[in-house]
């Protein structure tokens, strides 16, 4: 394959997860202004977190196998044009309910778009250059913290958050345009084909996509309101919201350059030191809300400590099933998700009651419950 058509491809995929990644997160800093002019309340514009997540969850068990079907370019196609469409509806909701509608469907897309990504980045690297290339792809998610969310607080300010959807889904479009014109029209999957569901008898594999859904609803519950909470405790519009989240993802970017360089042996001892520095960043929200400065290092740290812990369990995921690691990260995608739609619904109950201290002290109690089970465990970091 020529370079230029592998970097081509690269950049396509990359594309590819920075629109998914720009969806899961651009309602956080902006619950307030959808929720004002749909004539509700913010933690009903939170539900349609939650309905994407399920949605995405759901697809990515029942969908994701369209990739070996119809090979990477039509499928990766079609699930970024119906991303853009479901963008579009979201742009034209008029309550709540259409706007989680629209959500859903952007779900439906996603649970075929990313896994989809991930497979056709593995399969089109050059032999060796696997990992290097995914990782430079999965920087997507980072970016679209850093750049397009900070983006959308900035744009709903001055044009409206509608206009913020309406660009979505024209990036998203080119972003389809990309695809078709350089993914391979060929399967990109396995020659045998595992289910999910028995990849939970490899030993500890269980274990650790429970820890993935704590983890994640943990996450993704604060996530939610986290930019709410910035507002209220500072007083900020929109675009002020959008510069905690680019602090989060700077950390949560800088983590990953990190552990690029280093070779760490992930034992037991290490991941409970990882959970416990997670839930020590969330249990530092209660201080951390009494000045600009200190709660801009919180998200700093809590970006930063995030991909230690998301790189720990997908690491140690891999290590547990090498014989079957497309089915087993076909179900850790689901359980992810699942936990988009439950941790919104979850905190939203929590933050109306506690407010985002609340929250965060929710979620560290549950990061807490994941370190002590893991010590307690003994057994369920992968051997050396």
Do not use: C
Not at 43 to 68: E, K, M, P, Y
Not at 200 to 212: D, K, M, Q, S
Not at 238 to 258: E, H, N, P, S
Not at 263 to 270: A, G, K, Q
Request: hydrophobic residues 60%.
């Amino acid at each position: 394959m020529p370079h230029s058509l592998q970097r081509a491809q690269t950049m396509a995929l990359f594309a590819a997860v920075l629109v998914v990644g720009a969806n899961a997160f651009i309602l956080s800093p902006i619950l307030s202004e959808v929720a004002g002019s749909l004539a509700t309340e913010p933690h009903r514009i939170a539900w349609s977190i939650s309905s994407f997540g399920a949605a995405t969850a759901l697809s990515s068990l029942f969908l994701s196998f369209l990739v070996d079907r119809t090979g990477a370019r039509v499928s990766l196609t079609a699930a970024a044009l119906l991303l853009a469409f479901a963008q579009l509806v979201s742009a034209a909701s008029w309550n709540w309910m259409s706007l989680a509608g629209a959500q859903a469907l952007a779900g439906i897309s996603v649970g075929v778009l990313l896994p989809g990504a991930y497979a056709t980045t593995a399969a089109t690297a050059p032999t060796g250059r696997e990992a290097a290339r995914l990782g430079f792809v999965l920087t997507g998610w980072a970016i679209s913290l850093v750049l397009a969310v900070p983006a959308a607080a900035l744009v709903t300010d001055y044009f409206g958050w509608r206009v913020v959807f309406a660009a979505l889904a024209a990036i998203s479009a080119l972003v389809a345009a990309g695809l078709w014109r350089v993914m391979p029209g060929g399967s990109v999957g396995a020659a045998v084909r595992t289910n999910p569901l028995h990849v939970l008898r490899i030993p500890g594999v269980a274990f650790l996509l429970a820890i993935v859904f704590v983890f994640m609803t943990a996450f993704y519950g604060t996530f939610s309101f986290f930019g709410e909470g910035m507002r209220r405790a500072f007083d900020l519009s929109a675009k002020g919201t959008g510069l905690f989240v680019l602090a989060y993802g700077i950390g949560f970017g800088g983590a990953g350059l990190v552990i690029g360089r280093l070779s760490v042996r992930i034992s037991r001892l290490y991941m409970v030191a990882v959970f416990g520095a997670i839930a020590t960043a969330y249990f530092a929200w209660r201080f951390a809300l009494e000045a600009v400065p200190a709660a801009l290092v919180a998200s700093t740290a809590w970006g930063f400590m995030n991909q230690f812990g998301l790189n720990t369990l997908l690491v140690s995921l891999n290590l547990r099933a090498a014989h079957a690691r497309g089915a087993v990260m076909g179900l850790n995608s689901a359980i992810a998700y699942s936990a988009v739609f439950v941790g919104p619904i979850l905190m939203g109950e929590v933050f109306a009651v506690a407010g985002f201290t609340g929250v965060t002290t929710l979620a560290g109690l549950f990061v807490t419950m994941v370190a002590i089970g893991v010590f307690i465990a003994g057994r369920t970091g992968p051997k050396a």
